[in-house]
């Protein structure tokens, strides 16, 4: 199983990223993919999910009209839509995959983690 992020960086507040995560080897279409980011000296926290069809997404409050999670099956990759983007929005963010009808904002349910990608806004 892997899970590999990528599209982190360094850009200015007001900026826009996405990520991407990759899936391979395992069932990609059977499992809600979620992104999670942990900023230096706080724990782990719930940013975004999507189920396992796409149907339902689920949204922290602090990044709820701002990040957008989406996913396409065919190619077994999620996104995470980072638009104005704040300096608290700093953090490794990684990546996800719990089995279906598991409750996506709690990190303990999911299976597979990715290796985190780094994302850092300057004021």
């Known amino acids: ?6 599209g982190g960086g ?3 507040a007001g900026d826009s990223l996405r990520l991407s995560c990759a899936a391979s080897g395992f069932t990609f279409s059977d499992y809600g993919m979620g992104w999670f980011r942990q900023a230096t000296g706080k724990e782990r926290e719930f940013v975004a999910a999507v ?63 990715g290796q985190g990608t780094q994302v850092t806004v300057s004021s």
Do not use: H
Not at 56 to 84: C, E
């Open 1 to 6: 199983v892997q899970l590999q992020a990528s």
């Open 10 to 12: 360094s850009v200015q």
């Open 51 to 113: 189920t396992w069809s796409g149907g339902s997404t689920y949204y922290s409050d602090s990044v709820k009209g701002r990040f957008t999670i989406s996913r396409d099956n065919a190619k077994n990759t999620v996104y995470l839509q980072m638009n104005s983007l704040k300096p608290e929005d700093t953090a490794v963010y990684y990546c996800a995959a719990a089995a279906r009808g598991i409750c996506l904002r709690d990190g303990s349910n999911y299976a597979y983690w």
